[in-house]
């Protein structure tokens, strides 16, 4: 079976009307994508921004009748029309196709993240078993390349942590490789934390992770709390944050632009900074609170 690729580019305030049409003329499927890599960082929550110039790209049945299809587009939406694309699309293994490409990640010199059905290429160094399904966190984004990273440089033996927003997992299970005594999981999402709870199975470490909701999350004390979400939230969760963070504790915190470290760290003036990493657009803050 094969499919054939419509693709039109367009300006952000027409994608909308475009995709309507696309489905009316019987289009299975309609995409954005990029087309001029603008990046759309933090979106206000309950938002979809699209880029300003984008691709809307539709696929209909091989044997699908394009001429009424050009025609409308031709008459609604010439300037998209004038620059579009066929190509015909063959089937494929895409399951197969994701598994190739999802290759195992090293993080530092004895930190791996690897995929569930692939061999470590290092079988000695500290190997995280990962099988992400729709949850975020594979290790390739750059924040939790720097999360990763500042784990691997603190002490975690018999720490307990909170992972907030928790994603795949992936923080949680590290900091276990590392040396934590347990970590509470966090997220919003329901999906989240299945997966979580999936890729501690992975990796044999289901005792030591709890995943919760943030609604039901219990009063507690956590030595290390990382959170690897947007600036905005970070601010809005910095009273939480210090209730659940001990007395000597540490904080991790990422998914945030360099230029809103300074708003970051405003939110957290009972702590100290120890450091800030930066990759790429995206930082890292790693805070500590002191005794008093």
Not at 17 to 34: M, N, P
Not at 180 to 204: K, R
Request: hydrophobic content about 45%; glycine content about 4%.
């Amino acid at each position: 079976m094969a499919w054939l690729e419509l693709t039109l580019p367009c300006e952000e305030h027409t994608a909308e009307s475009l995709s309507d049409l696309l489905f009316e003329l019987s289009a299975l499927s309609v995409t954005f994508e990029d087309a001029q890599n603008e990046p759309i960082f933090e979106p206000k929550p309950g938002t979809m921004p699209l880029w300003q110039h984008a691709n809307v790209i539709a696929l209909f049945a091989e044997d699908a009748e394009l001429t009424p299809v050009y025609a409308r587009l031709q008459q609604d939406f010439p300037e998209a029309f004038a620059r579009h694309q066929l190509r015909r699309i063959e089937d494929q293994a895409w399951e197969k196709i994701y598994l190739e490409n999802f290759q195992p990640l090293k993080i530092t010199e004895t930190l791996w993240i690897c995929p569930s059905w692939h061999t470590p290429p290092n079988p000695k160094a500290t190997n995280v078993l990962l099988d992400p399904g729709v949850a975020f966190g594979t290790g390739t984004h750059e924040t939790t390349q720097l999360c990763l990273q500042a784990l691997s440089e603190i002490d975690l033996k018999n720490k307990t942590i909170i992972d907030f927003g928790c994603g795949s997992g992936i923080l949680a299970i590290a900091a276990l490789k590392l040396g934590a005594q347990n970590v509470v999981a966090v997220d919003i999402h329901e999906q989240a934390l299945e997966a979580t709870q999936s890729n501690a199975g992975i990796n044999q470490l289901e005792n030591q992770i709890t995943t919760y909701h943030p609604d039901l999350l219990p009063s507690m004390k956590a030595n290390i709390i990382i959170a690897n979400i947007l600036a905005e939230p970070l601010v809005a969760l910095s009273e939480q944050f210090m209730s659940l963070l001990e007395d000597d504790g540490q904080l991790i915190l990422s998914g945030l632009l360099i230029e809103q470290i300074d708003q970051v760290i405003a939110a957290y003036p009972q702590l100290e900074i120890q450091s800030k990493t930066t990759l790429n657009d995206w930082a890292c803050l790693h805070f500590k609170a002191t005794k008093a």
